[in-house]
């Protein structure tokens, strides 16, 4: 048979072709179903899709359904919003809301998940206004607009975003509630979708639309769906089981322990609404957002240990919805709403950290008792279980090797220059991509060269790359999603001579890291209490970094998770043994070189014997050298220096049996002590 | 004129001298109102209350007011509640419970402005139950009832409480929540009462309540004041101007300045439940609680400016009235409910943190528009002016001086043998009493000998004293009201020869202190951040202490106060310049003894040459030796010997011009440097 391209052979052939599988699907279902999967993000390597048509589609049905998604993609909008058009896209926005009988509208970045990453379908303020960064919010009233984000985004907004149309803001400094206040007319109504924000945010909203003597609506319908003509239809990345040797514990054992904390409180059901939760509890994996495996959905936990999951059934593959056993009961996404009011009269957990106003309301209306706290498969998932965490650590290893040999060959090749940062990460994914149970990166490589480290959030394109120069730092960070674990490590690396200013801040970040990870803290600590260990040493010379110093990460899941993390911002959250969170303090010299150290901790008992409190401590579990040449030996203490020297002897008697024989060289004189 | 006591001549003579004196009052009116003073702790030294009668009262006015206060005394109820009689004092509580149609009642600790001392008349749990501690709750049901008390109390509340009444319970690990759930009887309806409650005490609650499949049900009159039939009166202590030589601010700038922030968020008025916020605002202070000047009022700042004070007006001394000015509008305490009421469509600021559920169920009733936020005065309260910083400063010197003088008359005192843990204490308050503008302790002085001083919270009895033996630690936690500041200071010192254990505990504590006294942190740090650096030195070897590192502290207010605090508590308050806050870690070995090493500090600048953060450090302001025959000096890295010198330097130089010269000769010798 031939291997190539073949065309598509016609709605005729398919139609045949899906009868002789057993499909359920006639052609224009068929197609429907490619373009949900189209508008999930590429998956590596492709998850088999296809056996979503037909449980074991013949060849030729295979390469007819190829040929049509390969049609379909060339006809589908790229997800890209030129400025060009977007005082057309703001016009019939405006239009709606006067249909709808608002004067304005609050258009965040969040979907109805409140997620991290959100699909194609969810990308109402990229579509509005152009701006594709990972946070923000517009709000469009009749005569004027504004668009807010942080200051990692001020740059790309500025060139994303027509200045004519909107009125580019400080997201935290001159936050939208001030704008609303100042610039809602009296007497006017603006509108939300109660779907898009979380219940604290409508009420900041409120008091900010009253204080301008206006008032805040929630509207039915978003009228962004309402006039985006040719929005993507919601992803449809297969979804299949996580298996037990990498989730440690079976589903049903998962919902039996989460329900029986719900009737130890007397609730009678959660809402889940944190794809990231379902996909922990039920042992399920998908791919409908970029970088983290998630399948798009919503359930509710009962008390009796069964879940009703709401979710595009066309996504699971073949016999999943066997496997997920009687207890689970699947239903279409817009069955939830009359789930909820099926629930009058009961006690239901709702997280308003995480979960839609909608649900709130929803709830409300029905006549359910509410009871607010954090959704209860967050903390089960972020103590991971004995197979989880030598999953991870496996993963890690495999991870540290290609990472190794990525900063072997960055040794031999830099020097000789012309090496960009996008190459570079290009070649580093490569490294990578090559390692067992590789899926995906778990978020986009941050390839920061000189100047460009010093952008905390950087992400390097054509027009922004530089080339590795010597004399500069050049910071990578960067992770990957393995059937395994997830990955998230940063190093900084001298290309060429550090100056000594280079070399004592780098240090200084250095002995932060080191002093989290030798701590040893009594149970019930919280990351809050350690973070200024990681500060203290800048902190001497009034320096410091805006960022947190951990955070969370999952087993195969997303690269950022909570409850855990260590932050200055406060946390009742005790470290937990099983919990991994990150160790990355950072210095970061605006337009000169950004420094960053970050390895990966479990949480781990660390007894003391005579002790009278239990103590923990972190296990580091990422394995890569720390650059020797950017750090000044006298300014560590004894302590330190020893704790670096057993790391680097960790890391090249764990990495040189897996990596090649010059890399194993290269890396045995990257690991020298520094007393050698 | 003879200056011997004389007997009360009876009501005609008084009427008649009344009269002379132009009071306008007459004799049943005075006696009401000598009660009422007479229900305030006693002050030290005696404010002449007498002139709440008559603004200039003659001396046979005053003679024959301090007979008929005499009197008065001899015939009111001592506040001690014999457990003998508890049995029919719940019994009449019941018999009211019934009456008023409820199945249970909860009786806080706390009274109608939830601080941290109450008056006598609002001691409704030490009525019911005989326990006299500072933290507790009852859970009175028709069949049942229990009490609940924290660690520090269980061995008084063995003591003070009829077990055959009341279940003993763990506040926090038996909480009362989990035994109203587990006895309330289905269907109950369990009352409360909404002023001795914050708001989210009572959602608790009524959870619990709800969990049994019962119901919470707040009641109208307490049924405990009900029944409670020699209950003693509102405390009326004098209040008073605070002098501006003392505040810093006069008070129509306080009020405009804090209008002015609720003008900012378009707020129409805010409600002021905690007598030390009033305090602030009007610079006024009074005597109606324990070792704290507060006059117990409530008020409604507008934002305007004005303010709606309700206090009693007879305990205002003459004159004040008028000095508080046209923008303070005085009313009584009975006129706070219909004021609320007014507040209608009004936006109003209430803080649930520690204000009365009654306030906002009675803002929701009126129509108001509750917003939801910290009190408005604690803020600025905490910042302190430069004036009453310099007042602190001079108030910690005489009172260093005076602690020192004790601790020079103990080292000579204590090794002949045989003092108690109350005649040393009694000697402490002796040698601080003489000090200029000294008005009280600011709390019970902590005085603990050997096993006694690891009981954090420990007050001395006759029935529990030990006497300071050679071989043993003992501990000294005291402090004073001054008008000028308030101080708060603690002292671990070795009678004859510490243990090697008792060194090393005693320098990882010291060590702890050294290292919040010396660090240095960025704009926006919280004491949360910092709380670690205190611990870690007995995290090391398996050992904490289980209290706050620090509590903010008032000037002439209360020994604690917020929003600052160190605590491994969650806070997002961050350090400012101008707040108090003490630093005060400890170790305590159950059974043996207690360490606790507390100075107090205020947050101050600290730039760094070259940094580029605005950094902060603490200005240690208590002046004390730190016992020298404590330390294991070979614990100490060079920084923390370095401090300890020179904080013993300053110590010597500033306090040896004020003591005798035995005192100096001891002092010289306490404070010589320990490489010495």
Redesign the interface.
Known sequence: MDEGFAPYGGDEALARLLAAAGSPYGTAEVRALVKGVLAAPPAIPATAWTVLVAPDPAPELVQQLMALAAQLRATMPVASFPPGAAADRIARLRAELARQGVDGFLVPRADEHQGEYVPASGQRLAWLTGFTGSAGLAVVLAGRAAIFVDGRYTLQARDQVDAGLYALRHLTEQPATEWI?ANLPQGAALGYDPWLHTPGEVERYR?AA??AGGTLRALATNPIDAVWSDRPPAPLAPVLLHALRFSGKGAEEKRREVAASLAK??LDAAVLTSPDSIAWLLNIRGGDVPHTPLPLSFAILHADASVDLFIDRRKLVPGLAAALGSGVHIAPPDALAPALDALKDE?VLADPAISAAWVFDRLTQAGA?I?RAPDPCQLPKACKNPVELNGTRAAHIRDGAALTRFLAWLAQAAPQGGLGEIAVSDRLEQFRSGSEHFRDLSFPTISGAGPNGAIVHYHATPASERKLEPGTLYLVDSGAQYLDGTTDVTRTVAIGQPSPEMRDRFTRVLKGHIALAL????K???G??????AR?AL??????YDHGTGHGVGSYLGVHEGPQRIS?????QALLPGMIVSNEPGYYKTGAYGIRIENLVVVTPA??A????E?YGFETITLAPIDRACIDAALLDAHERAWLDDYHATVRSTLTPLVDAGTAAWLAAATQPLTA
Chains 1, 2 share one sequence.
């Open positions: 206040s008091t009253e204080r409180d007397a006690r008792r009871h701590t040893r803290f009594p019930g600590t919280t809050s209490q350690l973070d200024a260990l203290r902190w001497e010379r009034g320096l410091d200055k911002l406060p946390s009742a007894p003391e005579g002790g009278e409190r103590l």
